[in-house]
């Protein structure tokens, strides 16, 4: 192929875990991906200065206050629009992902965050209510953007031995982000009325420190040479992102992925559901994220006070031991950031979702038990500790990884935006139906979760094979495979089940891949 360029390397597609990476996954991971945990939870501290700056300046515009419905719908409308935002987010991700890059819709986006940080700063001066709601829906454009493409740049730029540890660690910092929400919300820090302006903007400060770094590293290899074609400025971005001759089996193995897809434009979502050899993959994508939200974790968030209460600690010290839970969130991301190249994603994923829905029947049980055994709310407590981290541990990360994983530089794009916006619509559906479930079903309506992240981890451990230290078009091929077999057995002796290269697929390792059976797809 014209313009290719062989670089002398140790022949593995393996390397070492270099300065510039482990930078990239902090810059990417703490301007944007933080923010979206931060968002999560910073309008609950402040929730009743914000009802009581509404009401006031409705007074002052009209006379009259609003109404205890009306200013709830409007507290409603504050937190939820969030939701929305990230909805049209992960929708145009695909669009920006392409036209700008993985790195450049990353440093582009970071305006979103200044603009609404700006209309929530300066709200209270201006007694504009609107400037909120606006400035929330903004930061939602800007968490739906980044829940997809920071994912995607650093499953790109990460060597397959590293991409597992790298793709967690905006997980890592979304716990972060929530945890710095439930400090700074303290009494003693920003959780006083004349600070929640600066409470709601102060996002603006880690975004600021990623504007003035990111840019000076890299774009995505991948990106530069099956997208722009620029084989040059991908061997440049290699060398950086690598140890010293250690490129040339990756760029081999970038080129057989461009020439497979020489004739394949990036695909729309609508040809990506058309398209029959991915239909595993896509409906993964599609179980996992909706799994994610449908796992009750948002309202586990929502009620931890009441559970708390429950149990019988002070109301004074709850606020306290609400941000204990942010500790155990980030050691439990840490945990699965450490151990997800030694055990791989699906025993974080099955492991993480089984956990939790255990604990969710364990929560029902002690709140169906805790009138008649007082020690019960214990139990219940411990059981919200065991959700938030068994969703911190797999659930929380992997799913955004694998979504990168199971799919070419042609796919990946529309399968963010599939995934992405399933994960939101899920994110508010929860908000939105969880009060009338928790109203009509009681304590009962663990058991839906809990069913739910039970169902998840059988289909995982059923369908998604183990992507751990694999090419992406290892894992592609795993798939293809699959759908192949049944059409083939009985034409084929086991012995000769090896592919090299079909339809154009090919640059394994060894140029074979050998059939495993412990990962079939049914």
């Known amino acids: 192929m014209a313009g290719e360029v062989l670089i002398p390397s140790s022949g593995k597609i393996t390397s070492q875990l270099t300065g510039s990476l482990l930078a990239v996954a902090f810059l990417t991971s703490f301007g944007s991906s933080m923010l979206y945990g931060y968002n999560l939870a910073v309008v609950n501290s402040p929730a009743v200065y914000i009802k009581d700056f509404y009401n006031q300046s409705v007074v002052n515009r009209n006379g009259t206050g609003l109404s205890e419905e009306t200013l709830t719908l409007m507290y409603s409308l504050t937190v939820s629009v969030f939701a929305i935002g990230g909805l049209l987010g992960s929708v145009i991700v695909g669009m920006l992902v392409t036209r700008f890059g993985r790195k450049g819709t990353v440093v582009n986006t970071t305006v979103l965050v200044f603009i609404a940080s700006l209309l929530m700063g300066f709200s209270r001066n201006c007694g504009s209510p609107e400037m909120i709601i606006v400035g929330r829906f903004i930061t939602g454009i800007h968490s739906g953007i980044s829940l997809s493409v920071v994912p995607m740049y650093l499953g790109e730029i990460a060597p397959k031995n590293l991409r597992g540890f790298l793709g967690l660690v905006p997980s890592i910092f979304i716990g972060t982000g929530v945890f710095t929400a439930q400090i700074l919300g303290l009494h003693e820090l920003l959780g006083k009325e004349e600070h929640w302006p600066l409470f709601l903007s102060v996002v603006a400060v880690p975004t600021f420190i990623q504007l003035m770094l990111l840019p000076w590293f890299p774009e995505s290899p991948r990106y530069l040479l099956i997208e722009k074609h620029n084989v040059h400025a991908t061997i440049t971005a290699l060398k950086w992102y690598r140890a010293k001759c250690d490129i040339q089996a990756e760029i081999e193995e970038m080129q057989e992925e461009q020439r497979s897809l020489s004739s394949v434009e990036t695909l729309s979502v609508w040809k990506l559901f058309q398209d029959d050899t991915v239909r595993w993959q896509v409906l993964s ?47 439990a991301g840490l945990v699965g950031c450490f151990s997800i190249e030694k055990l791989g994603r699906r025993p974080l994923m099955i492991g993480g979702f089984t956990m939790m829905g255990i604990c969710c029947g364990g929560i029902t049980v002690s709140l169906i038990l805790q009138a008649h055994l007082p020690f019960m709310r214990y ?87 183990e992507t751990k230290n694999k090419t992406f078009m290892e894992i592609s091929q795993m798939f293809t495979k699959k759908e192949s077999v049944p059409e083939t057995q009985g034409l084929i002796h086991v012995d000769q089940l090896k592919l090299k290269k079909m339809n154009g697929y090919g640059g394994m390792e060894h140029a074979s891949l050998e059939f495993d059976s412990s990962s079939s797809v049914p």
């Not at 219940?380 to 955004?400: L, R, S």
């Not at 928790?438 to 995982?460: D, M, P, T």
């Open 379 to 465: 139990v219940g407590v411990t059981c919200v500790v065991g959700i938030i981290a068994g969703f911190c541990i797999g659930p929380a990360g992997v799913p955004f990884l694998i979504t990168a994983e199971l799919f070419k530089q042609s796919h990946r794009p529309a399968a963010y935006i599939v995934g992405g916006s399933l994960n939101w619509l899920s994110n508010f559906t929860v908000g939105f139906v969880f009060p009338f479930l928790q109203k009509s079903a009681g304590s009962y309506s663990y058991l839906v979760f809990g069913s739910i992240c039970l169902s998840v981890a059988v289909y995982v451990y059923v369908v998604i094979p």
């Open 285 to 331: 994508v599609m179980v996992i994220n909706i799994g994610m939200q449908l796992s009750g974790i948002d309202a586990i968030w929502f009620y931890t006070n009441d559970i708390f209460e429950d149990a019988g600690i002070p109301a004074s010290e709850i606020p306290y031991t609400t941000a204990g839970t942010g500790i155990i969130e980030i050691i």
